[in-house]
C-alpha cells in the first residue's frame, strides 16, 4: 500500500472535521478564533489524525468512526506547536513556511488561542460527530488515552524536560525518555483512541500503542535525522552517529511492525505509515 495515496483519501475528511469542531471566524471574539485558526488551516501534515483513521480501520472499523479522536489530536498537536513557538520557549518566527501565531497575532492572543485550542480537542471528543454510533464509553476510554499522553506524563512533561536538557550531559535514555514523552505519546495515543471509537478493547488497544509509541519514536529519529544541525535541541544524533540513529530507527520500525503482525489485512495502512515515519522528507 502507498501511504500518500492513503493520506490523500483520507486528509480531507480529517479537514472538514476540524472545520466543524470549531467556531467561525466572525464569532466573537473574533480575532481569537482566527489565531486558533492560523496554523490549523492549510495545518501540517496530518500524521496524527490519519494514524487515528487507520487505527480504526485496523481492528474493522470505517475510518469515520475515528474523526473525533482525529480532530483531538490534531487540535492539541496544534495548540502545542503555538505554545512551542512563544518567546518563553522557541521563540520561532516562523512555522509551516507562515508567521507564527505570536508573531501574527500578539503573544497574549497566541497563549490563549492554545489553551481553547486545547478545549476545543476535548469538546470534539466528547461530543463531536453526534450522527456516529458512538457510545459515552468509547468517547471516555478515548478521552483517557488522549489526556495521559498530553499531559504532565506526556506531553507536557517532556517539554518540560526539553525546556531543561543539557547537550552535555546528554545520553540515550534521557533523550529517549524526553522523545517518549514529547513525541510518541501522542502519536501513540492517536492510533489507540482512533481504534478505541472503532470498538477496540484489551489486548488489541495495548498492541496498537506499542505500535504507535514505536513509531512515534521512528518519526522523531526521522526529524532528527532531517534536521541535523538543530542548536541546543535534544536530539538523538547528540548520542549517536547518523548511521546508528537510523539504524536504531529501524530496530524501532521492525519492532512496531511486531506488534501489529496479526491484525491481517485490515492493518495495511498503519504498516504503510509505520514505513513513512522512517523514510519520509517532510
Ligand atoms: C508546548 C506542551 C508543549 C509542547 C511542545 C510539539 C512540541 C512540544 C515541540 C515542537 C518541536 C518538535 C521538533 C517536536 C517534536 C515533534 C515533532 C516532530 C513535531 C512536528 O510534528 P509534525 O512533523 O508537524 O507532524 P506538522 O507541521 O506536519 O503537523
Redesign the pocket.
Known sequence: MDASAYWKERAPLVDAALEAALPDVGEAPARLHAAMRHLLFP??????PVLAMAGAEAVGGPPEHALPAAVAV?LI????????D?PC??DDDE??GIRTVHRAFDESTAVLA?DALQSAAFEALLTGCPELPLTPEQRLAAAREITRA?GSLG??G??VD?LAFDPNRADVQSVESI?AR??AALIGASVTSGAILAGATGPVVENLRNYGLRVGAV??IS?DLL?AD?GE?CSLLRVYTPGQARARAEELLDEALGFIEGFGEAAQPLRALAVFALRRN?
Open positions: 495545518g501540517g501534515k496530518r500524521l496524527r490534531e498537536h496544534t495548540y502545542s506547536l503555538v505554545h512551542d512563544l520557549m522557541d512555522r509551516r492554545g498530553s506531553l507536557v517532556g517539554q526539553d522523545h514529547k513525541t518519526f522523531q526529524d534536521d538543530r535541541e517532510q
